[in-house]
């Protein structure tokens, strides 16, 4: 089970890139970024204060900091749509087919495990997802991968 799991890692890290060592350069990156965000933030309330007043300086960088959450929301909320909105296009796409989760399908499922017995039927259906995946998979080798959608490099 290790080779699936390997498997599965790897092309993780072909799509996004991620490692440990990935992880903990940017965490470095972060920690130094906010220290360095910091000394200009006092920098800057301390020039302010000096130039207008204090109170002038800390609304001006508060008002700053407002601006700045208020176009971060907005950017977030688009970023959200924009997701919701792919993801929908490429579920239309697939056409996967979700009648399983009609209720009835799953009272029965649920009344055939009442009545087979959930210690006989977890082993069946662990087997046949096992094989479902692999002819997934098997399947699956010969057909081209799909052109990505990102716009080129």
Known sequence: ????LRHFTLNAQVRTGFSSQVAVWAAIAAVAATVALVF??????????DRYGPLTAGLVLGGVFIVIALIAIVACLIARRRNM???RLEL??????TSWLDPKVLAMGFQIGQA??????????????????LA???FARDTPPA???????
């Open 1 to 4: 089970m290790s080779g699936w």
């Open 40 to 49: 200009l933030l006092i920098a800057a309330f301390i020039w302010l204060a």
């Open 85 to 87: 909105e792919r993801a």
């Open 92 to 97: 239309a796409a697939r056409g996967s087919d």
């Open 116 to 133: 087979i017995g959930w210690r006989r039927l977890a082993p069946l259906a662990a087997v046949g997802l096992l094989a479902a995946g």
């Open 136 to 138: 997934k998979e098997w």
């Open 147 to 153: 052109a990505e959608d990102d716009e080129p490099s």
